[in-house]
């Protein structure tokens, strides 16, 4: 899934999704990147942040759809990784014919609660998507520019293309989650119950 320019078409009832497809939580087929960019973020004072490691130029991801810019916007109040959850830096092709660099998340499979997505463009209508729970299952590849969140005993967390975590893991769980998604594939993607709302 990557998420272009909203559109006002109704909601379909969620249906899965195959792998090597994009995200269909949106109408149109792509979640973009902001600026057309990476973006970190500032991390918040006191935040845990991914020790600096020697820079690693990034691969293209291979089995990669095409996205568009810029990233929706995803949170919820918890993120949960199924299997042994991995991260690595790769970079992925843009319908614009450039690449960019992003985070990319690999596990069994992930679900995420109190989830809310914004798919936006700099200027122009917003499509926002809500559900009380999101699932994510087989081979599930989620690509973002940006992670903040808040590990188990309160400790915040930021991750960006620029700041990966060294070791290439992240924890099973995670609270307060905003990720920039800029894609998903998945063998089968759920929203239960799910509703959405074109916004000028």
């Known amino acids: 899934m990557s998420c272009g320019t909203p559109s006002p078409t109704p909601t379909p009832t969620p ?3 195959h792998s090597g497809l994009p995200l ?8 973009p990147l902001p600026g057309g960019g990476s973006s970190t973020g500032t991390p918040t004072p006191g935040a845990t942040t991914a020790p600096t490691a020697p820079p690693v130029a990034p691969k293209p991801d291979a089995g990669s759809p095409t996205f568009t810019l810029p990233a929706a916007q995803l ?3 918890s993120i949960s990784f199924a299997g042994i959850p991995t991260v690595s830096v790769v ?9 960019t660099p992003v985070l990319k998340l690999t596990a069994d499979d992930i679900v995420i609660t109190d989830f809310h997505l914004n798919v936006r463009k700099a200027t122009g209508p917003q499509l926002l998507t809500d559900a009380g729970r999101m699932e ?5 590849q989620v ?25 290439g893991k992240v924890p099973a769980a995670l609270l307060r989650v905003h990720l920039g ?11 239960i119950p799910s509703n959405q709302v074109l916004t000028e």
């Open 143 to 167: 690509y973002v520019d940006s992670v903040t969140a808040v590990l188990g005993d309160g400790t915040p967390l930021t991750l960006g293309a620029d700041t990966p975590p060294p070791d």
């Open 91 to 99: 970079k992925v092709p843009l319908a614009n014919g450039m690449t």
């Open 15 to 17: 249906t899965p999704t």
């Open 181 to 191: 998604l800029v894609g998903v594939t998945a063998d089968q993607i759920t929203l």
């Open 75 to 77: 949170t919820g109040s």
């Open 136 to 140: 994510l299952r087989g081979h599930v």
């Open 24 to 31: 269909p939580i949106a109408p149109v087929p792509t979640i």
